[in-house]
């Protein structure tokens, strides 16, 4: 079953390996029609993302996937980012990643781990980028041939990884309900990201206003993208799913030699979702006869 739009992504704006339009020419020679770009907690690319897409004769949503306190991901779909509150609700999040980056990087400085390297120069490097993680440093260290691909888990493990959670953030994630109402009052819609072992919350968010859920994601298993599909039916809610970091357009084919053993492989088209459920939220409607259209998917999902 081969899918239409991937609806969950990221690029070089957070933790993605692709540049905006690395990742729509990547999408387009996969094969798919539609994209939206979901960077974590910032909209950054998501002017690229549309001019590209353009280009390719590709449709998109304007996206954003929101990390909560639950632990639960949440995309935003088709909001207004200059909302006032969602507005300065962004700003936190990227001054949140940045200043937990620069704090670890200087401590990885420190600690012989990083080197001939300079935190301005990773600003230099990421012009227009306003949330800095782990990839942004990486990819400055790999411009100055001070590290290469195969260099990433042994630097990602000695200057981030766990080591985050020892930085206080300096700006707090909402709780899932005030995040749901927040996309919402921003004019948007609220997708439950990757939720494989959160479906018996989904009654309670869609009580709070939650309107859609990923299924084509590759963490759910065939049984688990069933019950999000009968979820879907019961509640009215919106059909998503994306490549997110696996796959073709998560890019991790670029650090791996033999990519199509690893286990971020995904046969193309695989992840993200239908025409017919890409038409749903596009045109931010249930269509009459989706109940037909779900049991078709899962019958294929089996």
């Known amino acids: 079953m081969r899918l239409y739009a991937n609806l969950h992504s990221h690029s070089t704006h957070s933790d993605g390996v692709f540049s905006p339009s690395e990742l729509v020419k990547t999408a387009f020679d996969e094969g798919y029609k539609a994209l939206a770009l979901s960077d974590h907690d ?34 935003a779909m ?25 704090i670890l990087f200087e401590r990885g400085l420190k600690e012989g781990f990083l080197h001939d390297i300079t935190w301005q120069n ?5 012009a227009g ?5 782990n990839e942004q440093v990486f990819r400055s260290m790999k411009k100055r041939g001070l590290a290469v691909d195969r260099d990433y888990p042994a630097f990602f493990d000695n200057v981030f990884g766990v080591h985050r959670g020892e930085v206080p953030p300096c700006f707090p994630f909402l709780d899932a309900v005030p995040m749901i109402r927040l996309i919402r009052e921003a004019g948007g819609i609220a997708i439950h990201a990757h939720p494989q072992d959160q479906l018996k919350d989904a009654e309670k968010l869609v009580s709070e206003g939650l309107a859609g859920i990923e299924v084509w994601h590759s963490m759910l298993s065939p049984a688990e993208r069933n019950d999000a599909l009968a979820l879907a039916e019961t509640y009215n809610l919106f059909v998503s799913g ?41 045109e931010r409607r249930l269509f009459p006869d989706r109940r037909t259209a779900i049991h078709t998917a899962m019958e294929f999902s089996r």
């Open 122 to 126: 990773v600003l230099d490097d990421n």
């Open 242 to 282: 994306g490549s997110d970091h696996e796959g073709i357009c998560g890019g991790q084919a670029t650090r791996l030699a033999d990519y199509e053993s690893s286990p971020w492989y995904a046969p193309p088209c695989t992840l993200g979702t239908t025409e017919y459920f890409f038409r749903e939220l596009k």
């Open 78 to 102: 088709d909001f207004d980012p200059d909302y006032p509150k969602m507005k300065a609700y962004l700003e936190g999040m990227s001054l949140r990643e940045t200043d937990q980056t620069r």
């Open 129 to 133: 980028i306003t949330w800095i993680c």
């Open 42 to 75: 910032t909209v950054t690319g998501n002017a690229e993302i549309k001019a590209e897409c353009a280009k390719y004769g590709m449709e998109t949503i304007f996206a954003a996937e929101f990390t909560v306190n639950e632990g639960y991901h949440i995309v």
